[in-house]
């Protein structure tokens, strides 16, 4: 299953909750340090010399080997292990060295830290390490040593427990958000197999209806033109009739490239627009021709529809109200953030009699907006303008 398909509310939901909690962690871990080391100093050096210069270097360690413990971008197994054992034990030696500092408090930070970071395995010979460590300097430190040891390993077996409980339950969490999320990538992805096998089945019938009419419709229009030439008819006549046969056989190119689409297959986009202006040319005889300034860009699929939609809708409406005799221009433009295509054509003779590109110009404009781009439509002072604002992919997004 790729990144892409999984749900991204869940999946953002989940990251959040673990990034909360580890922002939790770490601001209490300082805390935490922040209580001990204000507790050495305000609990003073004990009177031996040595003593005196440890005390303060193993308070630093300790409480450093903590806090690089609880560090977020500490992964390492084996490196938590040892800066946590490490600090635990380090606590150990100042309950030993200085009874009445906050080593203990060191030994109970570091067997929940333990708990909560390390994986089971590792945690409970771990946690044993230093909870046997601990016992014993508070054993040799205390006048009750049995009554002391046992209530310091008490405290700091029950905080372990409690931290590995919580661990356990993080885990848990994360894991329910994981598979809720593969749920329902699972369930989008059988709700799009189910629409893709119903585009495929609409595909299908609409390409037998377009296939056996516009077929049908070329026949008889090929028997028309025959007709005609035998009858001597009119030569506009004949020539009409060729135009109507173009037109039927670009209706069906048509037909098969949007039942192609609906099929899920490539789009015709900018690359197809010197065919279109082309075909155009052919089809209905408007002196159409293509002008292309500017770098190519990467261009979604649906605003490269949506240009070439406009382009065959604008020489399709040329050829209709202005006649095949009118010029058209099409100037496609590349910017750095957008793409604009404007077709302009000049004065002709109206046609009669030719059909619609069938797109229509509001919808291409509400094709445009969905896309993300702007079409205007007008008149001008010698004929009508189209012109059509899409955006381009962002170079990062190229790269991809």
Known sequence: MTARSLPRGRSSASARHVGD??????VLGWVAAAIVALNTILAGLPAGAAARVAVPVLTA?????????????????????????GGGLGGAGLDLLHPSGPGFI???????????????????????VVVAAAAWAESHTSANAAS????????????????????????AHA??????????????????????????????????VLAHTLSG??????????????????????????????????????????????????????????????????????????????????????????????????????????????PATVTLTWAADHVSVEILDTGGTPATGLPSGGFGLTGLAERAELAGGHLDAGPTDAGWRVHLVMPVRPPQEQQR
């Open 217 to 326: 419709l070329a026949v008889q229009l090929e028997g028309a033109r025959l007709l005609a030439e035998k009858t001597d008819a009119d030569t506009r006549l004949v020539t009409q009739i060729r135009t109507a046969q173009r037109l039927a056989r670009d209706g069906m190119a048509s037909a098969k490239g949007a039942v192609a689409t609906l099929r899920g297959d490539t789009l015709p986009g900018v690359d197809q627009l010197p065919e279109l202006v082309a075909q155009a040319r052919l089809a209905t005889g408007t002196a159409a021709h293509l002008v292309v300034s500017g770098e190519p860009r990467s261009l979604p699929p649906e605003a490269g529809l949506a240009v070439y939609r406009t382009v065959q809708e604008a020489l399709t409406n040329t050829a209709k109200h202005a006649g095949p005799d009118a």
């Open 61 to 85: 360690v300790a409480l450093a080997l903590w806090l690089v413990g609880l560090a977020r971008t500490v992964t390492n197994v084996w490196l938590l292990t040892g800066c946590l054992t």
């Open 148 to 171: 002391a040891a046992l209530n310091l390993g008490i405290g700091a077996c029950f905080l372990f427990v409690a931290s590995a409980f919580a661990a356990v339950n993080r885990d």
């Open 21 to 26: 909690y580890r922002r939790a962690l770490v």
């Open 106 to 128: 060191l030994t109970y930070m570091a067997m929940a830290a333990i708990g909560l970071r390390l994986p089971r395995p590792v945690a409970l010979p771990s946690g044993a």
């Open 175 to 208: 894991q329910a958000q994981a598979l809720l999320a593969e749920e329902a990538a699972a369930r989008a992805a059988r709700e799009q197999a189910a629409v893709l096998a119903e585009r495929g089945r609409l595909a299908r019938e609409l390409h037998d």
